[in-house]
T-cell receptor, first 116, second 111 residues
């Protein structure tokens, strides 16, 4: 398996533009997580899905952020409009949750977003 | 969210042991984890410990858990330059699928 795939790896955009980050989880995994990493705030959970359904989006900073998971093999995180303070590395992770256990989270390589 | 705290930086000489510390606030944590992040990469799970254990050893890695003090540590024996990375501790609360991560400790190994 190729692991968690994220695209793009780097994104540079101007303030006010729409940004879409993409994630393909590991095949067979049923939980997907979006994290944001900054120097100031460390690693923050933004939202996570179980079986394509958003379970906890309390970490989403504001309405400018939205996430979707239309099927088990694809998720997007959208920022519209983007602001310089959104500059960060955004990680996607996936895991396999069963009735008795929570599986290990496997992280993607991240998308480094720079908003000018 | 929960408070999981770590010191930000640690430097050790190659061949020495490294000890990375972590404190957490919620005594109901079920599992505690150590992740490693190399430059430009995502986090990789190194090891984990169940909350009813005091110690877990895995090759050069030793995890110690003091539940009374809510203190977790990761000891890396014979530290190598390839161990230079950021190390995150994380906790899982009962019934929760998500993890709460610490701030990360940047380990620098000096040749």
């Amino acid at each position: 398996d190729a692991g968690v795939i994220q695209s793009p790896r780097h994104e540079v955009t101007e303030m006010g533009q729409e940004v879409t980050l993409r994630c393909k989880p590991i095949s067979g995994h049923n939980s997907l997580f979006w994290y944001r990493q900054t120097m100031m705030r460390g690693l923050e959970l933004l939202i996570y899905f179980n079986n394509n359904v958003p379970i906890d989006d309390s970490g989403m900073p504001e309405d400018r952020f939205s996430a979707k998971m239309p099927n088990a093999s694809f998720s997007t995180l959208k920022i519209q409009p983007s602001e310089p303070r959104d500059s960060a590395v955004y990680f996607c992770a996936s895991s396999l949750r069963t009735s008795g256990t929570f599986g290990e989270q496997f992280f993607g390589p991240g998308t480094r977003l720079t908003v000018l | 969210g929960e408070d999981v705290e770590q010191s930000l930086f640690l430097s050790v000489r190659e061949g020495d042991s490294s000890v990375i510390n972590c404190t957490y606030t919620d005594s109901s944590s079920t599992y505690l984890y150590w992740y490693k992040q190399e430059p430009g990469a995502g986090l990789q799970l190194l090891t984990y410990i169940f909350s009813n254990m005091d110690m877990k050893q895995d090759q050069r890695l030793t995890v110690l858990l003091n539940k009374k003090d809510k203190h977790l540590s990761l000891r890396i024996a014979d530290t190598q330059t390839g161990d230079s990375a950021i190390y995150f501790c994380a906790e899982r609360l009962p019934g929760a699928n998500n993890l709460f991560f610490g701030t990360g400790t940047r380990l620098t190994v000096i040749p």
